[in-house]
């Protein structure tokens, strides 16, 4: 979205009307985004160390990242697996 939005500016398409939709949808996609962000600064470099927001959702509230989910279980994601790739099934099906 950036390196478009970029472009257009760029180009002096700033009075384009995709350029408000862009806008709009940028500002939209912010809503959410609260928190403080702990970073360590050094040169040539810098190392995020961490976030707190309310929105966060890797909260270990929820699921521990990488290892164990809350929200479901392996049956439920053998479902999510045949939903998801019924698409895939049926083309593959159609075009022997």
């Known amino acids: 979205m950036s390196s478009f939005y970029?472009?257009?500016l760029h180009e002096g398409q700033y009075?384009?009307?995709?350029?408000r939709d862009t806008e709009a949808f940028l500002q939209s996609s912010q809503k959410m985004v609260s928190g403080d962000v702990v970073v360590t600064l050094k040169p040539y470099h810098f190392s995020l160390d961490g976030i707190v927001s309310k929105h966060d959702l890797m909260s270990s509230a929820f699921s521990t990242y990488g290892e164990e989910n809350k929200a479901w279980t392996a049956n439920d994601a053998k479902g999510?697996?045949?939903i998801i790739g019924n698409q895939n099934k049926i083309y593959q099906q159609v075009n022997k």
Do not use: N
Not at 15 to 19: H, Q, R, S
């Open 15 to 19: 009075l384009d009307p995709v350029m």
């Open 80 to 82: 999510f697996i045949k």
């Open 6 to 8: 970029g472009m257009h």
